[in-house]
């Protein structure tokens, strides 16, 4: 795209999801007139056995075929970035329990220190009293001054950072290849994805976001909208998996 601007951003993407819509909603209203309540999860399994069904079907796995490695990344990079963020908590926890462990400890060691020099502290005047203090809580429980140097972040090497890559890689792999081995039929499971992940996704997300990005003041009608698409996307995500589950 030539000089890129956020209007023929909005442009490009009203069009796409014009076009997609008006695709797949051709495709399941030919289907539903067709066949009704018998239609199938995988539609191409109504029709006869023919050798133009069979081109179909092999386009079709040609389609899935492109389309895995463009599934499969997003998932990967949200499984190796939730891993990330959880160890970030662990360290952060971790730390946290340290620094907790270390002042207790120099509580403890300050207490001691100032039970033992008690007569010796009675002498000497409020101030220098104050650097007396002073001068024990920043020793550390072996009576060594402690280092100010902040808790070094865990840093991974390029080799486990790969590893992990890779590992998950074929994690999804082997997941897919079992489901695929073992369900003959994904009509159901299709169902629920779409109702749910596909309304969340396309209704309720984009309503919540904007009403939080934007305040009321800014474009009451854009407001209004994202209230009312939120609404709708709320309404239809327990309907249709009401009849989705009652249907079964």
Known sequence: ????????????????????????????????????????????????????????????????ICM?????????????????????????????AKKWTDANRSFVSLASEVYDGEEERENLRTEEGFEVVERVSRRSPSGKKSSKQQPKAEKRSEREIEFEFR?????????????????????????????SGSTVIMLVLPSLIYLFLHERSANIIMYLLAILQLLIGLGILPTSLYFILTAT
């Open 68 to 96: 895995y490695p463009m599934q499969l990344d997003p998932a990967r990079r949200c499984i190796c970035s939730l891993t990330a963020s959880y160890r970030r908590l662990r360290q952060a926890s971790q730390e946290k």
């Open 167 to 195: 590992a998950t890689t074929l994690f999804i792999l082997l997941l897919s290849f079992a489901i695929s081995s073992i369900t003959s039929d994904l009509g159901f499971a299709f169902a629920v994805v779409g109702a």
């Open 1 to 64: 795209m030539r000089q890129r601007t956020q209007t023929k951003m909005d442009k490009a993407v009203g069009l796409s999801a014009t076009f997609a819509l008006i695709l797949y909603g051709t495709s399941a209203l030919a289907g539903y007139s067709t066949f009704g309540d018998n239609v199938k999860g995988n539609i191409l399994l109504n029709y006869p056995q023919t050798a133009l069904l069979t081109a179909m079907r092999i386009f079709v796995a040609c389609m899935l």
